[in-house]
């Protein structure tokens, strides 16, 4: 299979007031055509500075090391006018807040029409067309009276549909979809995870899906990756990291979902201990201080992401046992 | 009870100088480049103000003859004017004049505006309402007219300028800070407060007033040049501080009169009006950064 | 044993309409809790689920005081109100802590930690010096360490800032605290951390939790008993078990559904209405896939279909001989006989 986004250690690091904070380190990852991939972890883990970087948003505090391949290009080789040229037509994103990703002011005809706007060669009514064609896709029933009207008058789901749509007008290669659900009620929450299943079709690449989510995650993904304090600790098929982790931290991470224990308990698992910070990082394994099946050796060696199974785990428990 | 969890690990706090806040923001806005500068430049048009007699090299209200319309020179650093009067000294004595207007002005706007806005924002209702549209009424007024007719009413001294300077700010920090209380009164703090069962008064004081002291310093900040601007307005119609007095925007309107005689009147008078507004505006801005809580993350 | 707190019927109203309406006196309001009741005794904990709009904040704050009643009574160890009356809420308020949902809003950015663990022992006219140790032992009972005292409220994590506020609910030593969604925004190993934390509290010092949540994954491991809330109303309460094995209003099992295994089927359409239109009849009957004519006209009432465990629907679903406790049965064919 090809990769339509290919990340080959990826690190990216931000100028801080007290020094270079490297916020992720060494990535490597590859997103297959046509599968979903759920980006996975907890607050610092680096996740949001990583999608950020494959759409080239990040800040200029942030320099990125690597190379992140979008079909074949090297996004970073590329000039700013050309990357803003494949943000427009190649990527596509999905925020997490259907309240604000819309211009409260702007009709949803005008908004659907202005994100085609890195389409050549089709004329204003024929976006409109497309618009509203696409809005019936996404199941959104009288496209036509949609169009005329204004995100406030639509619920935070269908805002949330809308927004797919409009990311799904441009055909990306790369769509990208932070915490889409996060905002939404549970019951809604659930007719947008089908619909982006039912839509994957229209993207001609991959999806990214950001989430803390894990039963999101099962649900929608076709893989997984781990991030864990700036590093990639586990990727693999769904089915084997959500039903055997290799990696102890995704095993602890699990673990304390709630909606994944059974018999209900008052005393929930925890993971002991913080996550270290990016200016004050350990010699050995990154989880190494908080990990139950930590050796002597964790804290000495640096475990390299080795293939264990479908997966790609780092830790030396699984490469060097 | 006992300690019942895990003691979570702390990093080193961020400010652990435990000095008072005030200094630390007094510090940190002679850490910012333009506040430096503005703060320097204000302390000095406060010393000119409240030195004035010693600094000044002669007596401002002197009348010399002899020696009208002289360019500058060592003796007469910014010239004389058409009476013979050392102009620097009349720009020194000006200072005060400026400022005393200024701050007394804002003050007594502040006072009236602020407090009608924690009674508008805490009340709401009709009492806010009518507020809210007594003061839009007061906005729509013509700010130049509106002085003079004040003016031909009650004749033209300091107190009026005060007043007219007053009434016409005071609408201003109403909606500013009656904006601000609708604001925080809708935060959870302040619900939590209530919740606890503390009174308004305690509210307004635990809660609201150091939330508002930051945006209502900056806005003096900002408000000062515009002040200085009223006063030296009027002077120059005539209508503000009357002669023999020295005053920024008299001296200017002199120098207006005389500008192919002698041009450095009105530069010497126009220089410290653009100086002093740029040196507080330039504050106001420094203190907007300096006084945002969320601005000494990560600093030492 | 009679219960800790008692709410008996209680109405909520917000008043809606702009500045010029007001000052013409018209009166519009939206009806936002509509005839609730509850109970909770001593030591227990109460769930309240329920997706946005459901009115389970505004429960939360017209229980802790802070949105004044039209009407019914809250009854709390025995004083009652009925309405606004002073001396039920002074003492209501100490025997109350409120835990927000966000706790860095919940916190004056201007005010140090310890100020605000300890500003309802300063409402309630404690000195100085005793709120200052009182707020290191609050802190160390939270698991924080004393020099968090000292700081402001942006210097400290999210989890963090909610010991922070369980700290402050405990000050007064409350017989019950409020949480509002007190792991919203939480990592999954936080969560995990806060909720022990009230856990062992609620071991220690048998204090009463009301837990406001839209996440029935926490509420399965964390309440005794939990109870459904749709547009205002309570549409079902029971054990927390007996709701989980049972559920007996359409709406529970779509909440479930949605919170549970993948395959389980019953498909809610549409949205909560607004509340300014609130449908005639049951409330749920615009989205109800078992919706009858009779639903559309006619309000249902609360059945009691197993112990402790009320239902508000005409056709509730028979309470079911033996469910999986822990996954939720599947939905019933919608044909089903009316009684």
């Given at each position: 299979?090809?990769?339509?986004?290919?990340?080959?250690?990826?690190?990216?690091?931000?100028?801080?007031?007290?020094?270079?904070?490297?916020?992720?380190?060494?990535v490597?990852?590859a997103?297959?055509?046509?599968?979903?991939?759920?980006?996975?972890?907890?607050?610092g883990?680096?996740?949001?500075?990583?999608?950020?970087?494959m759409?080239?948003?990040?800040?200029?505090?942030?320099?990125?090391?690597?190379?992140?391949?979008?079909?074949?290009?090297?996004?970073?080789?590329?000039?700013?006018?050309?990357?803003?040229?494949?943000?427009?037509?190649?990527?596509?994103?999905?925020?997490?807040?259907?309240?604000?990703?819309?211009?409260?002011?702007?009709?949803?005809?005008?908004?659907?029409v202005?994100?085609?706007?890195?389409?050549?060669?089709?004329?204003?009514?024929?976006?409109?067309?497309?618009?509203?064609?696409?809005?019936?896709?996404?199941?959104?029933?009288?496209?036509?009276?949609?169009?005329n009207?204004?995100?406030h008058?639509?619920?935070?789901?269908?805002?949330?549909?809308?927004?797919?749509?409009?990311?799904?007008?441009?055909?990306?290669?790369?769509?990208?979809?932070?915490?889409?659900t996060?905002?939404?009620?549970?019951?809604?929450?659930?007719?947008?995870?089908?619909?982006i299943?039912?839509?994957?079709?229209?993207?001609?690449?991959?999806?990214?899906?950001v989430?803390?989510?894990?039963?999101?995650?099962?649900?929608?993904?076709?893989?997984?990756?781990?991030?864990?304090?700036?590093?990639?600790?586990?990727?693999?098929?769904?089915?084997?990291?959500?039903?055997?982790?290799r990696?102890?931290?995704t095993?602890?991470?699990?673990?304390?979902?709630?909606?994944?224990?059974d018999?209900?308990?008052?005393?929930?698992?925890?993971?002991?201990?913080?996550?270290?910070?990016?200016?004050?990082?350990?010699?050995?394994?990154?989880?190494?201080?908080r990990?139950?099946?930590?050796?002597?050796l964790?804290h000495?060696?640096?475990?390299?992401l080795?293939?264990a199974?479908?997966?790609?785990?780092?830790?030396?428990?699984?490469?060097?046992? | 009870?006992?300690?019942?969890?895990?003691?979570?690990?702390?990093?080193?706090?961020?400010?652990?100088?435990?000095?008072?806040?005030?200094?630390?923001?007094?510090?940190?806005?002679?850490?910012?480049?333009a506040?430096?500068?503005?703060?320097?430049?204000?302390?000095g048009?406060?010393?000119?103000?409240?030195?004035?007699?010693?600094?000044?090299?002669?007596?401002?209200?002197?009348?010399?003859?002899?020696?009208?319309?002289?360019?500058?020179?060592?003796?007469?650093w910014?010239?004389?004017?058409?009476?013979?009067?050392?102009?620097?000294?009349?720009v020194?004595?000006?200072?005060?004049?400026?400022?005393k207007?200024?701050?007394?002005?804002?003050?007594?706007?502040?006072?009236?505006?602020?407090?009608?806005g924690?009674?508008?924002?805490?009340?709401?209702?009709?009492v806010?309402?009518?507020?809210?549209?007594?003061?839009?009424?007061?906005?729509?007024?013509?700010?130049?007219?509106?002085?003079?007719?004040?003016?031909?009413?009650?004749?033209?001294?300091?107190?009026?300028?005060?007043?007219?300077?007053?009434?016409?700010?005071?609408?201003?920090?109403f909606?500013?800070?009656?904006?601000?209380v609708?604001?925080?009164?809708?935060?959870?703090?302040?619900?939590?407060?209530?919740?606890?069962?503390?009174?308004?008064?305690?509210?307004?004081?635990?809660?609201?007033?150091?939330?508002?002291?930051?945006?209502?310093?900056?806005?003096?900040?900002?408000?000062?040049?515009?002040?200085?601007?009223?006063?030296?307005?009027?002077?120059?119609?005539?209508?503000?501080?009357?002669?023999?007095?020295?005053?920024w925007?008299?001296?200017?309107?002199?120098?207006?009169?005389?500008?192919?005689?002698?041009?450095?009147?009105?530069?010497?008078?126009?220089?410290?009006?653009?100086?002093?507004?740029?040196?507080?505006?330039?504050?106001?801005?420094?203190?907007?950064?300096?006084?945002?809580?969320?601005?000494?993350?990560?600093?030492? | 044993?009679?219960?800790?707190?008692?709410?008996?019927?209680?109405?909520?109203?917000?008043?809606?309409?702009?500045?010029?309406?007001?000052?013409?006196?018209?009166?519009?309001?939206?009806?936002?809790?509509?005839?609730?009741?509850?109970?909770?005794?001593?030591?227990?904990?109460?769930?309240?689920?329920?997706?946005?709009?459901?009115?389970?904040?505004?429960?939360?704050?017209a229980?802790?005081?802070?949105t004044?009643?039209?009407?019914?009574?809250?009854?709390?160890?025995?004083?009652?109100?009925?309405?606004?009356?002073?001396?039920?809420?002074?003492?209501?308020r100490?025997?109350?802590?409120?835990?927000?949902?966000?706790?860095?809003?919940?916190?004056?950015?201007?005010?140090?930690?310890?100020?605000?663990?300890?500003?309802?022992?300063?409402?309630?006219?404690?000195?100085?010096?005793?709120?200052?140790?009182?707020?290191?032992?609050?802190?160390?009972?939270?698991?924080?360490?004393?020099?968090?005292?000292?700081?402001?409220?942006?210097?400290?994590?999210?989890?963090?800032?909610?010991?922070?506020?369980?700290a402050r609910?405990?000050?007064?030593?409350?017989?019950?605290?409020?949480?509002?969604?007190?792991?919203?925004?939480?990592?999954?190993?936080?969560?995990?951390?806060?909720?022990?934390?009230?856990?062992?509290?609620?071991?220690?010092?048998?204090v009463?939790?009301?837990?406001?949540?839209?996440?029935?994954?926490?509420?399965?491991?964390?309440?005794?008993?939990?109870?459904?809330?749709?547009?205002?109303?309570?549409?079902?309460?029971?054990?927390?078990?007996?709701?989980?094995?049972?559920?007996?209003?359409?709406?529970?099992?779509?909440?479930?559904?949605?919170?549970?295994?993948?395959?389980?089927?019953?498909?809610?359409?549409?949205?909560?209405?607004?509340?300014?239109?609130?449908?005639?009849?049951?409330?749920?009957?615009?989205?109800?896939?078992l919706?009858?004519?009779?639903?559309?006209?006619?309000?249902?009432?609360?059945?009691?279909?197993?112990?402790?465990?009320?239902?508000r629907?005409?056709?509730?679903?028979?309470?079911?001989?033996?469910?999986?406790?822990?996954?939720?049965?599947?939905?019933?064919e919608?044909?089903?006989?009316?009684?």
């Amino acid at each position: 299979m090809t990769a339509i986004v290919d990340l080959r250690d990826v690190s990216i690091t931000y100028a801080g007031a007290h020094g270079p904070v490297p916020a992720v380190r060494g990535v490597t990852l590859a997103l297959e055509r046509g599968r979903i991939l759920g980006l996975v972890g907890e607050s610092g883990s680096g996740k949001s500075s990583l999608v950020s970087a494959m759409l080239a948003l990040l800040p200029k505090s942030a320099s990125v090391q690597g190379r992140i391949v979008l079909d074949g290009r090297d996004l970073y080789s590329l000039g700013e006018h050309e990357r803003r040229a494949l943000r427009g037509r190649e990527m596509a994103t999905v925020s997490q807040d259907p309240f604000t990703a819309l211009n409260p002011v702007v009709r949803i005809g005008t908004q659907l029409v202005e994100f085609q706007h890195a389409l050549p060669n089709l004329t204003k009514p024929e976006k409109l067309r497309r618009a509203g064609a696409m809005l019936e896709r996404v199941g959104i029933a009288d496209p036509a009276t949609r169009l005329n009207q204004y995100p406030h008058q639509l619920s935070g789901g269908l805002r949330q549909r809308v927004a797919i749509a409009g990311a799904l007008l441009v055909s990306p290669k790369l769509l990208i979809a932070d915490e889409p659900t996060t905002a939404l009620d549970a019951t809604t929450e659930m007719e947008v995870i089908e619909l982006i299943r039912d839509m994957r079709g229209e993207v001609d690449g991959s999806i990214v899906l950001v989430t803390h989510d894990m039963g999101v995650v099962g649900r929608l993904c076709d893989d997984v990756a781990v991030l864990y304090a700036g590093e990639l600790v586990e990727s693999g098929p769904v089915d084997d990291v959500l039903n055997r982790p290799r990696h102890p931290y995704t095993r602890a991470l699990l673990a304390c979902d709630p909606a994944r224990i059974d018999t209900p308990s008052r005393h929930l698992p925890t993971v002991p201990g913080t996550v270290p910070s990016p200016t004050a990082l350990p010699a050995g394994c990154i989880f190494a201080a908080r990990c139950q099946d930590v050796m002597a050796l964790c804290h000495e060696v640096k475990p390299l992401l080795s293939a264990a199974g479908a997966s790609r785990v780092a830790c030396l428990r699984v490469s060097a046992p | 009870m006992a300690p019942i969890t895990d003691t979570v690990a702390v990093a080193p706090p961020a400010n652990r100088t435990g000095a008072h806040p005030a200094w630390v923001g007094l510090r940190r806005l002679l850490a910012h480049p333009a506040g430096l500068v503005a703060f320097i430049v204000v302390l000095g048009l406060v010393a000119c103000a409240l030195f004035a007699p010693w600094i000044a090299p002669y007596d401002p209200v002197k009348i010399a003859p002899r020696i009208r319309f002289q360019g500058p020179s060592w003796e007469h650093w910014l010239g004389t004017d058409q009476l013979g009067r050392d102009v620097l000294s009349r720009v020194i004595y000006g200072t005060g004049v400026a400022l005393k207007v200024a701050l007394s002005g804002t003050l007594a706007a502040l006072l009236i505006g602020a407090t009608l806005g924690i009674v508008g924002g805490l009340s709401r209702g009709s009492v806010d309402g009518a507020l809210l549209l007594l003061c839009d009424a007061m906005r729509s007024l013509p700010l130049i007219l509106f002085a003079l007719a004040i003016v031909a009413i009650y004749g033209p001294s300091l107190a009026t300028l005060i007043a007219i300077i007053a009434f016409s700010m005071a609408p201003g920090y109403f909606r500013v800070v009656r904006n601000q209380v609708l604001v925080l009164r809708s935060m959870d703090f302040v619900a939590a407060s209530q919740s606890m069962g503390a009174s308004l008064p305690r509210i307004a004081l635990t809660h609201l007033v150091p939330n508002l002291l930051g945006p209502i310093i900056v806005l003096i900040a900002m408000d000062i040049p515009a002040v200085i601007g009223i006063e030296s307005g009027l002077s120059f119609l005539g209508q503000g501080i009357q002669p023999p007095d020295p005053s920024w925007g008299s001296m200017l309107s002199d120098g207006y009169s005389f500008i192919r005689q002698a041009p450095h009147l009105a530069i010497a008078a126009g220089l410290p009006v653009i100086v002093s507004t740029v040196a507080f505006t330039f504050l106001g801005e420094a203190l907007r950064d300096v006084l945002d809580p969320k601005s000494s993350r990560g600093r030492g | 044993m009679t219960a800790l707190l008692e709410v008996n019927d209680l109405v909520v109203r917000y008043p809606t309409g702009s500045l010029f309406g007001r000052l013409r006196g018209e009166v519009r309001e939206v009806t936002v809790l509509d005839g609730v009741s509850l109970t909770l005794d001593q030591g227990e904990t109460l769930g309240l689920v329920g997706e946005s709009g459901s009115g389970k904040t505004t429960l939360g704050r017209a229980i802790g005081g802070m949105t004044p009643m039209a009407a019914g009574s809250i009854t709390l160890a025995g004083i009652s109100a009925t309405g606004r009356q002073d001396v039920f809420w002074r003492e209501m308020r100490r025997q109350v802590g409120f835990m927000f949902q966000d706790p860095m809003a919940a916190l004056d950015p201007r005010m140090r930690l310890a100020a605000s663990i300890t500003e309802p022992l300063a409402v309630n006219g404690i000195g100085r010096t005793e709120r200052r140790r009182r707020a290191g032992d609050l802190l160390a009972e939270v698991g924080l360490s004393p020099d968090f005292a000292e700081r402001f409220p942006h210097q400290i994590s999210g989890g963090q800032a909610r010991r922070v506020t369980v700290a402050r609910a405990l000050s007064l030593r409350p017989r019950l605290v409020i949480a509002d969604e007190p792991t919203a925004g939480l990592d999954l190993s936080v969560q995990g951390e806060l909720l022990n934390l009230l856990n062992a509290i609620q071991a220690a010092s048998s204090v009463s939790f009301l837990f406001i949540t839209h996440n029935l994954a926490v509420a399965r491991h964390v309440t005794d008993r939990v109870a459904v809330m749709y547009l205002g109303r309570i549409v079902e309460s029971a054990r927390t078990a007996d709701i989980f094995a049972r559920p007996g209003h359409p709406y529970t099992r779509a909440l479930l559904s949605a919170h549970g295994a993948p395959g389980a089927t019953p498909r809610l359409t549409g949205e909560i209405p607004s509340l300014k239109r609130r449908p005639q009849g049951c409330e749920f009957h615009t989205r109800c896939p078992l919706a009858t004519d009779r639903c559309r006209s006619e309000p249902p009432a609360e059945h009691l279909i197993g112990p402790q465990h009320q239902v508000r629907c005409h056709f509730p679903l028979a309470p079911a001989g033996k469910a999986s406790p822990q996954v939720p049965p599947a939905h019933p064919e919608p044909a089903r006989s009316q009684p």
